[in-house]
């Protein structure tokens, strides 16, 4: 058989009939190529249809049991296990307040009730503060002596002890002085030991009368 040449192999290239579009879209090599390219009939599937939206009725909330101790609260079971507990700890609701009867300010305003207030000893040469009435232990007129239990830091006690002449017979004392600046003036007697009837004097601060100012 004789070989065929190009030229002649070209020629039934060209004579070959074109295929129509119309064939080549329904031919069954374009359908296997569509069909390796999209594998579905589609691009995209259809989405599936939508369930009408439901609401769920809502429950009534639960209610937990009363730790124990308490009480249950108004409107829920009691527990029976609960209910054996000790007693409760909830705490108490509020009393009523508790009123009292009704204060007369007038009264209170107008009231002639004297306020009582500390009398201020003082040394009678140079006005310094030596004690108060807060101390206040007696008076003896007939001695002329105003008793105090604690006096001021600026009086101080000497050294030298003396014996008392009439009225004080008999009675072992420490002069009482004081030291504020230049001013060394005596003020009294602390008694040590005393005659019968002056016990109200013995360790006591006793500032003269003549001596001191109130």
């Known amino acids: 058989m004789p070989y065929a040449s190009a030229r002649d192999k070209g020629k039934a290239r060209a004579i070959q009939p074109l295929q ?3 064939e080549s879209a329904t031919s069954p090599s374009s359908h296997a190529a569509s069909s390796r390219v999209h594998p579905y009939p589609h691009p995209h599937p259809p989405l599936p ?3 009408p939206h439901m609401t ?3 429950s009534p909330p639960k209610t937990s049991p009363s730790p124990p101790g308490l009480p249950p609260f108004p409107g829920e079971e009691p527990n029976d296990v609960f209910s054996q507990a000790g007693p ?3 705490p108490m609701e509020h009393a ?3 009123r009292g009867p009704p204060i007369d300010v007038d009264a209170v305003e107008t009231s002639s009730t004297p306020v009582e207030v500390d009398l201020v000893v003082q040394c009678k040469a140079c006005r310094t503060i030596v004690g108060d009435s807060s101390a206040y232990v007696a008076a003896r007129k007939d001695l002329g002596l105003l008793v105090l239990s604690s006096v001021a830091q600026h009086v101080v006690l000497s050294n030298t002890p003396s014996t008392a002449q009439d009225p004080d017979l008999n ?3 420490m002069p009482l002085e004081i030291t504020c600046g230049s001013c060394g003036s005596p ?3 602390v008694y040590r ?3 019968a009837g002056l016990d109200e004097l013995r360790d006591g601060y006793s500032f003269e009368r003549d001596r001191i100012s109130v």
């Open 88 to 90: 409760s700890r909830r």
């Open 193 to 195: 030991m005393t005659a």
């Open 187 to 189: 003020l009294g007697k």
């Open 56 to 58: 769920m009725p809502l």
């Open 96 to 98: 009523p307040a508790i």
């Open 20 to 22: 129509r579009p119309e």
């Open 49 to 51: 249809p939508q369930q």
């Open 171 to 173: 009675s072992l004392y």
